[in-house]
């Protein structure tokens, strides 16, 4: 019984991991790690909010948590 348990358990753990990230950009390449302190004032970038440390320089969804990323203008 626990080795049912334990394959079924590792078959789910390797679907969710194998599944990957859907997140796609129509062929751009997107900058997750942006360098804000080198933009502009008035600069538009994109950060998510779970993952604070997820900065882009384009609209889309966070590769870690996929909650869209929230524009921010700098000052």
């Keep these: 019984m626990k080795n ?3 394959a079924a358990v590792l078959a789910i ?11 796609q950009n129509n062929g751009t ?6 360098d804000t302190t080198k933009l502009k ?3 538009t970038y994109y950060q998510c909010e779970m993952d604070p440390e997820i900065v882009s ?3 889309g969804k ?4 996929e909650m869209d990323l929230t524009e921010i203008k700098k000052h």
């Design 62 to 65: 966070c590769p870690t948590c």
């Design 57 to 59: 320089d384009k609209p």
């Design 29 to 34: 390449t997107q900058n997750f790690s942006l």
């Design 4 to 6: 049912i348990f334990f």
């Design 13 to 23: 753990v390797t679907m969710v991991a194998c599944n990957g990230s859907t997140n």
């Design 41 to 43: 004032s008035g600069s």
